[in-house]
C-alpha cells in the first residue's frame, strides 16, 4: 500500500504524520501485491520511474541509456510516466520499445499535472522491493541499476539513497556560474568513489535517488503539494521526502557506481530562467515553512544568508571572479523576493 502526501487536509496517524490514501495508488499496488500471490511471479528487483512532460527527444535519449543496462533485465523494469505531454511523446515511446522488444518497459499516463503526481503514479505502477528515480532530460551509465540492487542488498538497514551526479552542458558552462549558482541548475553530487551514508544536512538529487518500497509505504510517497507542475518551476517535495525519512531514523547511502548526467541545455543558462528557478527556490521554501509551522525561523535564516552571500560575493570581486560575484548575488535577491512575495510563482 502506498501513501500519499497532501498537506492541506491531512488527518495524522498516531504519531502525528500526515497520511493520504490515493484510490488509484492503493489499488494499483494492491493488485500487484495479490497478482504476485495467486500467481507465484517473479517480480522486478527494481524499478525504474521516469517522470516526462513534452521533452519526447531527451526521454529517448534517456531510455536509449537505460537500455544499455548491465543488469539482467529480468531483475528491473522501467516505466515512464507521461503527465498530459502534447508533443509526439506517446508515438516515439511506441517506437523505442518497438526497437527493444525484450526489454520490460512500458508507459503510462497521468492526467493530473505535476512532477509528484507523476512519480507516485510511477511507484503504483511497480513492483520492484527497490524504487530508483530519474528524470528525462540525463542518461545514466550501464551499472546504474545493478549498482542500487547491490547497495540496498548489503546495506538492509538502509531507506533511501542516491548516486553520483555529472552536470553536462552541450552549449559550455557560462563563466558566470559558481559551485552556488550550479546548485540549483544542475545540482552535482560527487561524495568520493566509496559507498558511505549521506552527510547530514545532504540529500540525493532528485534526478538519481532510490528509495526501498517499505519506506515508501512507512513514510508515504511525495507531496503532491509540492513539485515542479507543467511549465512552473516549484520544488521542495524531494526535500520533503528525505525530511521525513530522516525525522524516522532512516539511513540514506551514497552509491558511487549509480552515475547519472544531468544534461543542461542552453535554455537553462539564460537570465530569465535563472530568475525564474531562483524566485521559485523562494516561494517553495516558504511553503514548506508554513506546511511546518517555521516560517519565522526560515524567514529569519533567509536574512542570516544575506551575510553568507555577501562574504563569498566580496571574494569573488577581490580574485576578479565578478561575473560569478554578480549572479551569486542576484540568486540570493530573486530567491529572498520570492519567499518574501505571497503572490503566486511561475
Known sequence: ???????????????????FYD???FAVSLFFDTFAEQNHTVMPRLSLIIATYNRSAELIRALESVAAQSADPSTWECVAVDNNSTDDTAARFAEFAARYPALPIRMVRETRQGLSYARNRGIA????????????????????????????????????????????????????????????????????????????????GGGNMALRRSAVERYGAFDTS????????????????????ARGG????????AVMWHVIPAAKLTDEYFDRLACNIGATQRLR????????????AECAKWVATLAIAAWYTLCGRTAQARYLVRMRRRITAGFFNTAQTS
Open 1 to 19: 500500500m502506498i501513501h500519499t502526501i497532501h498537506r492541506p487536509t491531512a488527518p495524522c496517524t498516531g504519531n502525528g504524520r500526515p497520511v
Open 23 to 25: 484510490g488509484r495508488l
Open 125 to 204: 505502477e511497480t513492483s520492484g522491493e527497490y524504487i530508483a528515480i530519474i528524470d528525462d532530460d540525463e542518461h545514466i551509465n550501464r551499472d546504474f541499476i545493478s549498482a542500487y540492487i547491490e547497495l540496498f542488498d548489503s546495506h538492509p538497514d538502509a531507506a533511501s539513497a542516491g548516486g553520483r551526479i555529472i552536470a553536462e552542458y552541450p552549449s559550455g558552462r557560462p563563466a558566470w556560474m559558481s559551485r552556488w549558482t550550479e546548485q540549483p541548475i544542475a545540482n552535482p553530487i560527487d561524495l568520493g568513489n566509496e559507498v558511505r551514508e549521506f552527510p547530514a544536512g545532504r540529500i540525493p
Open 226 to 245: 509540492l513539485g515542479r507542475s507543467g511549465g512552473k518551476l516549484t520544488g521542495g517535495e524531494e526535500s520533503d521526502l528525505f525530511q521525513r525519512l
Open 250 to 257: 532512516e539511513r540514506c547511502m551514497y552509491a558511487p557506481q
Open 289 to 300: 515553512a508554513q506546511a511546518g509551522g517555521r516560517l519565522t525561523a526560515a524567514a529569519a
